[in-house]
C-alpha cells in the first residue's frame, strides 16, 4: 500500500515480528504508539557436518519461536493485531507436508557443497541471470533442493515438501492451514521468474524439482493465514507480514523511493538499493532481488550485493581465536591501535559473494610480523566489514549509472563508530545510523501492520524513522588502503581446488 493510498480501518497497535536469523530467533511487540518494545531471543545450533556444510535443525528453530512468542506474549494485555516474519534467506528445509516435521536438516545459505553442481551448469548461466536475478551460486536455493533429492531418503515420503524458513514457520504456526512463501523469499531460490512472480518451469526442471512440492508464493504484506494454539501460541492471531531478512530491513529502513539503499551489519552484510517497479536487466557482479510486494500492488525491486562474512568474522575472533570474550569487545579492542599495522585480513570462510562470487575463496591472513598483536587483527577485521562494502557500491554504482546519495545502517556491528567512520571515509558520502538498529524486525512489523491497518501508509511508517547519528567523510587517503585489500582479496581468491 503506498503513500496517499486508502488505507482500511485502524486496527489494534501491537503487531510480533518474529526475527529468525542465522544463529537465533527473536520475536518482538512492537506498538504503533511508540511505546518501548517488548522482546526476547533465543540461539540455536550451527551444525557443521564437513567442511564447507552449514547445517541448522528447523525443530529447534521452531521450539525457538514458540519459546520467544511465549514469553513476549505473556507481557502483552491488549489483542494482537498481526504477525509478521522475517528470516534468513536460501536456507531450504525438506519437511512432511501434512505435519509440518523436518526429514533432514536445514542445509543454510552459507552451504558451498553444491558448488561443483554450480559449476556444472554454466551454461545455463544466461538463463538464471535473465530469469532469476541470480548467479550460478551454492548460496542460493535451488541446488540445495537438487542435492537433497539426489543425495538423501527425503524424495521416498509421498508428502514432501520443501521451505524456506518462513513457510516452515507459517505452516507450523497455522497449524498446516497454510504454505506459502512471500515473493522476497521466492526470489532468492534461483527456481522463480522474478517478472511474472511465479515459480519457472524452467528453472525448476534444470534442478529437477517439482513445483508442486513448493509453497504457494504471496506478496509480502497482506493477510496469509492465523494462528493455531498449541498451548504456548494464542490463536487466531493474523499472519500478515513476510520478508526476507534484507527485504525486511530495507524496509524498515524506510527505503520507499528509488535511490535509497541500506546496508545491514549482521551475521553477513548486504547493501540493497531501491530501484523501484521495473526490473532491470541483470547486472555484472550484482544479484536482481524483489524488495516486495504490497498486497495487489506492483513488486519493487532493489539491487543487492552480498558479503557471506562480517559479523560472522567477530564471532570467529570470539569463538574461534578467543580475541575476544564478547563480540562487543572488538570496537573498544580495534580502537587501542591507530591502523591495522599493516594486517590485512579477508573473511572469505563461505566464499566470496558480491562482486567477485567466487565459492573456491577461503580466508587469509596478510601482513603478520613479529609487532602484530591481537589489537591489529582485530581491526583488520573491522576494516574487512568496510571494505566488502566498498567493493559492492563501486560495482553497484558503476552497473546503475546511479550513485548512492548516503548509506542508511543497521544491524549489531552498526554500533561502531570507528567502523561507520571509516565506512564513510571509504564511500565519500554519509553514513546515517538510525535510533532503531533492529530494522529487520521492525520492517516485518510493518509489513504485517499495513496489512491488518495498524499503519496506514508507508509515508506514516517513513515519519516514524529518527536519525541517530551521521558521520560524514573527512580527508582521508581512502584508495591506498583498499588497494592493499584488493592485492589481499585477489591471492585468496580460487583457493582451493575444484
Same mark, same amino acid.
Given at each position: ?16 515480528a518474529?526475527d ?14 511508540g511505546?518501548?518494545? $517488548?522482546?526476547? *531471543? /533465543? ?22 519461536v ?11 494485555d ?13 536456507? @531450504?528445509?525438506?519437511i ?10 536445514? $542445509? ?9 553442481r ?8 544466461? %538463463? @538464471?541471470?535473465?530469469?532469476?536475478? +541470480? ?10 533442493? #537438487? ?25 507450523r ?42 509453497? #504457494? ?32 530491513a ?14 545491514? *551489519? ?6 540493497? !538499493? ?27 525491486y532493489? !539491487? ?29 579492542? %580495534? #580502537? ?8 590485512? @585480513? ?33 581491526? %583488520? ?11 559492492? $557500491? ?25 567502523? +561507520? ?19 529487520? %524486525? ?8 499495513l ?8 509515508? #506514516? ?7 541517530e /547519528? ?7 587517503? /581512502? ?9 589481499? @582479496? ?9
Amino acid at each position: 500500500m503506498a503513500g496517499g493510498e486508502d488505507s482500511p480501518r485502524k486496527s489494534s497497535g501491537v503487531v510480533l515480528a518474529i526475527d529468525a536469523g542465522t544463529t537465533g530467533v527473536r520475536t518482538r511487540a512492537v506498538f504503533s504508539d511508540g511505546r518501548a518494545s $517488548i522482546s526476547d *531471543y /533465543r540461539e540455536f545450533t550451527q551444525h557443521y557436518p564437513q567442511p564447507g556444510w552449514v547445517e541448522h535443525d528447523a525443530e529447534e528453530i521452531w521450539q525457538a519461536v514458540r519459546a520467544t512468542m511465549q514469553t513476549v506474549c505473556r507481557h502483552i494485555d491488549e489483542p494482537i493485531a498481526a504477525i509478521g516474519i522475517t528470516n534468513q534467506r536460501e536456507t @531450504v528445509v525438506a519437511i512432511d507436508r501434512r505435519s509440518g516435521a523436518p526429514l533432514q536438516r536445514a $542445509i543454510v545459505w552459507q552451504d558451498r557443497r553444491t558448488a561443483q553442481r554450480c559449476d556444472a551448469l554454466t551454461d545455463h548461466l544466461p %538463463a @538464471v541471470r535473465a530469469t532469476t536475478g +541470480l548467479v550460478l551460486d551454492p548460496y542460493f536455493s535451488g541446488s540445495k533442493v #537438487e542435492w537433497l533429492l539426489r543425495n538423501t531418503e527425503v524424495a521416498d515420503n509421498p508428502n514432501l515438501a520443501f521451505a524456506t524458513i518462513d513457510a516452515f514457520l507459517i505452516h507450523r504456526l497455522t497449524g498446516g492451514g497454510s504454505f506459502a512463501t512471500d515473493v522476497t523469499n521466492a526470489s532468492r531460490t534461483m527456481l522463480f521468474d522474478i517478472r511474472s512472480l511465479q515459480w519457472s518451469a524452467e528453472m525448476c526442471d534444470m534442478f529437477g524439482v517439482d513445483r508442486a512440492m513448493l509453497p #504457494e508464493v504471496v506478496p509480502s504484506s497482506g493477510r496469509i493465514g492465523a494462528t493455531v494454539s498449541d498451548g504456548h501460541i494464542p490463536a487466531g492471531i493474523p499472519v500478515s507480514g513476510v520478508a526476507g531478512d534484507q527485504q525486511a530491513a530495507l524496509f524498515g529502513q524506510a527505503c520507499f523511493t528509488p535511490g535509497s539503499a541500506k546496508n545491514t *551489519y549482521g551475521t553477513g552484510s548486504f547493501v540493497l !538499493l531501491n530501484v523501484g517497479t521495473t526490473c532491470p536487466e541483470p547486472t555484472t557482479g550484482m544479484l536482481t532481488t524483489v524488495a516486495w510486494k504490497l498486497g495487489a500492488g506492483p513488486a519493487v525491486y532493489a !539491487l543487492e550485493g552480498a558479503i557471506f562474512v562480517t559479523g560472522a568474522a567477530v564471532q570467529w575472533l570470539r569463538d574461534g581465536l578467543n580475541i575476544i570474550d564478547e563480540s562487543r569487545e572488538i570496537g573498544p579492542l %580495534a #580502537e587501542t591501535v591507530p591502523d591495522a599495522g599493516g594486517v590485512v @585480513v579477508v573473511p572469505a570462510f563461505a566464499g566470496l559473494g558480491s562482486p567477485w562470487w567466487d565459492p573456491y575463496a577461503r580466508g587469509a591472513i596478510f601482513g603478520i610480523t613479529r609487532g602484530t598483536r591481537r589489537a591489529h587483527i582485530a581491526r %583488520a577485521v573491522v576494516e574487512s566489514m568496510v571494505f566488502q562494502t566498498r567493493d559492492v $557500491i563501486d560495482a553497484m554504482t558503476r552497473a546503475s549509472g546511479v550513485p548512492i546519495r548516503d548509506l542508511r545502517v543497521d544491524g549489531g556491528a552498526a554500533v561502531m563508530n570507528l567502523m +561507520l567512520q571509516m565506512q564513510s571515509d571509504q564511500l565519500g558520502v554519509d553514513v546515517v545510523r538510525p535510533t532503531e538498529l533492529e530494522t529487520t %524486525a521492525i520492517g516485518a512489523a510493518y509489513l504485517a501492520g499495513l496489512a491488518e491497518g495498524v499503519w496506514g501508509s508507508t509515508d #506514516e511508517i517513513a515519519s516514524r524513522w529518527e536519525l541517530e /547519528r551521521r558521520f560524514s567523510p573527512r580527508n582521508a587517503d /581512502r584508495d591506498a588502503a583498499h588497494a592493499q585489500w584488493l592485492r589481499a @582479496v585477489e591471492r585468496s581468491r580460487d583457493w582451493i581446488s575444484h
